[in-house]
């Protein structure tokens, strides 16, 4: 069985900077000309071949609900779980993933592997459909310079082990060991191992709850002993959408 698992839970700060509050939208689902246009539609078309897609939410919830409903082709529909997290203002990201881990490994015992990725990406279809035919583990780049206000920083250090690093006040990074390579990372990532993914989840929730979703990755990829089992993918095309800007740049790829 595979398994998607897309995070839309936060609140689209940048975003809705200096919008109207009656006009503030769900960042996934702000759409030009037809509601199709949306950064979760397309997300949605791209992990269609999954047997079950988590779509993990908050802000804005119900309209989260109301667009799949309305917009979305019944066979995908049947696919998709959506789970309500509750703290999307108060904790981290890493409580979305935290909740679609648990909704997975809770229903599911036959899980093969589960894919994440965030909800406010756009990634072209070519990049995408090398993760998904990957067998192994998978850290993602893109090729987007790496700046300390916006950047996950992904490197291998002396023992060819992974990390990441991120500001989540958006400040300075410090990168203060020897390292072999250093990436922008393109925030997707593929786990096979369900017993590994599970200890790093409850891991999390036990210790790390404040935590964004690295702590989750960071303590799985932490657990897999042979870097032969985890395979490295480059983004073509990667846009994070965090302004509306960003979003007519997606827009004008989608018409190229």
């Not at 279809?125 to 090398?130: A, C, D, L, P």
């Given at each position: 069985?595979?398994?998607?698992?897309?995070?839309?839970?936060g609140?689209?700060?940048?975003?809705?900077?200096?919008?109207?509050?009656?006009?503030?939208?769900?960042?996934?689902?702000?759409?030009?000309?037809?509601?199709?246009?949306?950064?979760?539609?397309?997300?949605?078309?791209?992990?269609?071949?999954?047997?079950?897609i988590?779509?993990?939410?908050?802000?804005?919830?119900?309209?989260?609900?109301?667009?799949?409903?309305?917009?979305?082709?019944?066979?995908?529909?049947?696919?998709?779980?959506?789970?309500?997290?509750?703290?999307?203002?108060?904790?981290?990201?890493?409580?979305?993933?935290?909740?679609?881990?648990?909704?997975a490994?809770?229903n599911?015992?036959?899980?093969?592997?589960?894919?994440?990725?965030?909800?406010?990406?756009?990634?072209?279809?070519?990049?995408?459909?090398?993760?998904?035919?990957?067998?192994?583990?998978?850290?993602?780049?893109?090729?987007?310079?790496?700046?300390?206000?916006?950047?996950?920083?992904?490197?291998?250090?002396?023992?060819?082990?992974?990390h990441?690093?991120?500001?989540?006040?958006?400040?300075?990074?410090?990168?203060?060991?020897?390292?072999?390579?250093?990436?922008?990372?393109?925030?997707?990532?593929?786990?096979?191992?369900?017993?590994?993914?599970?200890?790093?989840?409850?891991?999390?929730?036990?210790?790390?709850?404040?935590?964004?979703?690295?702590?989750?990755?960071?303590?799985?990829?932490?657990?897999?002993?042979?870097?032969?089992?985890?395979?490295?993918?480059?983004?073509?095309?990667?846009?994070?959408?965090?302004t509306?800007d960003?979003?007519?740049?997606?827009?004008?790829?989608?018409?190229?």
């Amino acid at each position: 069985m595979n398994i998607v698992i897309i995070g839309v839970a936060g609140v689209s700060s940048r975003f809705n900077k200096d919008i109207p509050e009656e006009d503030k939208i769900l960042k996934c689902l702000y759409f030009e000309e037809k509601p199709q246009n949306t950064l979760i539609y397309r997300m949605l078309e791209k992990v269609g071949y999954a047997d079950r897609i988590i779509v993990v939410g908050g802000y804005k919830y119900d309209d989260l609900v109301d667009y799949i409903n309305n917009n979305v082709s019944k066979d995908l529909q049947n696919k998709i779980i959506t789970v309500y997290n509750d703290h999307f203002s108060d904790l981290s990201s890493g409580y979305s993933l935290y909740l679609g881990i648990k909704e997975a490994l809770d229903n599911f015992t036959d899980i093969d592997e589960v894919l994440f990725v965030e909800g406010d990406l756009d990634i072209d279809t070519e990049s995408f459909n090398k993760v998904v035919s990957c067998d192994k583990n998978v850290l993602t780049f893109n090729h987007e310079p790496i700046f300390s206000n916006k950047a996950v920083v992904l490197y291998q250090d002396e023992n060819d082990e992974y990390h990441y690093l991120f500001n989540s006040d958006h400040g300075l990074l410090s990168l203060d060991e020897p390292f072999k390579a250093i990436f922008n990372s393109g925030q997707t990532w593929k786990f096979t191992d369900m017993n590994l993914l599970k200890i790093a989840n409850d891991n999390f929730y036990e210790n790390l709850i404040e935590d964004t979703n690295l702590g989750i990755i960071q303590k799985y990829f932490d657990l897999v002993e042979n870097n032969d089992e985890i395979e490295i993918i480059g983004l073509k095309h990667w846009v994070n959408c965090n302004t509306r800007d960003d979003y007519k740049l997606i827009k004008e790829y989608w018409e190229e």
